[in-house]
């Protein structure tokens, strides 16, 4: 019932600041937990944050707890991801999901996926 588009990555500097939207389409989407994952090549998929389907409860890693922030506007169909103070570490391919259960670390617990944006910091 949800389709993701995720948009906003580049190239950018250790430190630098990134915002990365993610659109939705649906009828149902206000229904839905988000959150957001990252790739890195050769590396398994690592569960960045989470986001209730109000946006009064969100849960982070630890690897970007107090630089990354996530928000959601149902009005708008939309989930956000705010990076800031990013590094090298941070590099990968991120994806939006949508799922049904809010704190889930496990991507099998989400059921639908935004295509991915590529995040790549230099140093």
């Known amino acids: 019932q949800v389709q993701l588009v995720e948009s906003g990555g580049g190239l950018v500097q250790a430190g630098d600041s990134l915002r990365l939207p993610c659109a939705a389409s649906?009828?149902?989407?206000?229904?839905?937990?988000m959150g957001w994952f990252r790739q890195a090549p050769g590396k398994e998929r690592d569960f960045v944050s989470g986001?209730?389907?109000?946006?009064?409860?969100?849960h982070y890693a630890d690897s970007v707890k107090g630089r990354f922030t996530i928000s959601r506007d149902n009005a708008k169909n939309t989930v956000t991801l705010q990076m800031n103070n990013l590094k090298p570490e941070d590099t990968a391919v991120y994806h939006c999901?949508?799922?049904?259960?809010?704190?889930?670390?496990?991507?099998?617990?989400?059921?639908?996926w935004g295509q991915g944006t590529q995040v790549t910091v230099s140093s």
């Open positions: 999901a949508a799922g049904r259960a809010f704190g889930a670390t496990d991507g099998a617990s989400y059921n639908y």
């Open positions: 649906g009828r149902t989407f206000s229904n839905y937990a």
């Open positions: 986001i209730n389907w109000r946006g009064d409860r969100t």
